[in-house]
């Protein structure tokens, strides 16, 4: 081995890492053209070189591993935070939507609510209007049937039949049915043989006409006091609008049901967006941890 070779052999490492210059990598190449035994060795550096670099690109691989994990882990919650986001936006958008639409709703039926409590106004006035005609007196006279039937005629487009009963002659009755003496209460109708008058839409009914009650209770109103018993029994044509009152009235809607769908709707928007704000909060927290 002559000194060359000794040369060529201190510059094969920075030949390898391609640290020498221009000349020098002229004159090592020229070399180991010319003397196998520089070559070989150069063969060898390279191949070890290359192990080197091998094991230690697996270990830097190995290294990665870890903070591979946490990146994917880091994306899915990423990903896992915008839907829940998403879906949050969504039921709001939806709440408000069924919100709307339960207001509409809310409004149409007060309205028609109002409408209906003109039923309960008219019972009132009706029996009012009878109980001041017939007063304090003891039996009905020609002129209180005309005054009764100028008060059925008033609302002729209602009623079917309009009796007035002694008080007396019915006490047992009243008893069992205390209410009537409060307010006018829709009940099963008294047979209308024991009254002293009965005006229809043809007028007065003689006593001796025989007639047949409807036997339906939301379609017979009954009001008494000391002296007197009034019925009126409801046209047919009207008793859907009774029994509509009489539904609203004691099986009404509540708020609740009118809102509950928006309501349900806003409490999960306000606990996706509470996740939602604490995963944003984790997520800035890993994002400053793996810079």
């Given at each position: ?121 008219e019972k009132a006035d009706i029996m009012e209007d009878v109980f001041h005609i017939l007063g304090s007196s003891n039996e009905v006279t020609k002129l209180e049937e005309e005054q009764l039937l100028e008060v059925f005629n008033k609302y002729k487009e209602k009623l079917h039949l309009l009796a007035i009963f002694p008080a007396a002659d019915l ?121």
């Open positions: 081995m002559n000194n060359k070779c000794h040369i060529v052999r201190d510059l094969l490492p920075s030949y390898i890492d391609d640290l020498c210059s221009n000349e020098s990598r002229q004159f090592i190449e020229e070399h180991v053209a010319s003397c196998h035994v520089c070559r070989d060795v150069l063969h060898t550096m390279e191949n070890d070189v290359e192990v080197s670099d091998g094991i230690e690109q697996k270990k830097r691989l190995e290294a990665k591993k870890p903070f591979k994990k946490v990146a994917a882990f880091f994306n899915a919650q990423r990903r896992l935070t915008k839907y829940i986001l998403i879906t949050a936006l969504i039921s709001l958008g939806l709440g408000i939507c069924f919100l709307a639409n339960s207001m509409v709703k809310q409004k149409e039926y007060k309205a028609e609510v109002t409408k209906l409590e003109m039923v309960e106004q006490g047992d009755w009243v008893k069992e049915n205390p209410s009537v003496r409060k307010e006018p209460t829709t009940i099963f109708p008294i047979e209308y043989h024991k009254a002293v008058s009965v005006i229809g839409s043809e007028g007065i009914i003689g006593a001796n006409k025989q007639i047949i009650s409807s036997q339906y209770d939301l379609g017979t109103v009954v009001m008494a006091n000391s002296k007197w018993v009034i019925q009126y029994e409801y046209k047919s044509s009207y008793e859907k609008t009774v029994e509509r009152h009489h539904q609203f009235k004691y099986y009404g809607p509540s708020v609740w049901s009118f809102f509950q769908l928006p309501i349900l709707l806003f409490a999960i928007f306000s606990v996706l967006l509470i996740v939602w704000l604490i995963l944003k909060k984790h997520n800035n927290h890993i994002k400053d941890v793996m810079g």
